[in-house]
């Protein structure tokens, strides 16, 4: 039985909800929350990621991140990310 010790500190409340994160249910959600904390992606972008992960196969969007992080050392990576996503996804190219 727990034992009511009366009010609480907002500071524990806090505390308790933050330490009950919930890990990524599938393997191309963290890999997406990877990618995300890489490329430092904005907000509005976020589901685009996702997107990718879930829709491509791990290696493509691995493949891809290697890229960007290896030929773009300035500037928003994360715009570089997306180019190098749709020119590998289109057939043309």
């Known amino acids: ?3 009511d010790n009366g009010f609480e500190n907002i500071k524990d409340i806090f505390e308790k909800k933050t330490e009950s994160k919930k890990a990524p249910t ?3 959600q963290e890999l997406a929350l990877n990618i995300i904390k890489e490329l430092n992606i ?3 972008k976020r589901s685009s990621v996702f997107k990718i992960c879930k829709e491509n196969p791990r290696a493509f969007v691995e493949q ?5 992080k290896e030929l773009c050392e ?3 990576r994360w715009r570089y990310f997306f180019k190098l996503v749709n020119q590998k996804k289109d057939p043309k190219n």
């Open 1 to 3: 039985m727990k034992k």
């Open 26 to 28: 599938y393997r191309w």
């Open 42 to 44: 904005p907000n509005n």
């Open 64 to 68: 891809s991140l290697n890229d960007t």
């Open 74 to 76: 300035s500037g928003d």
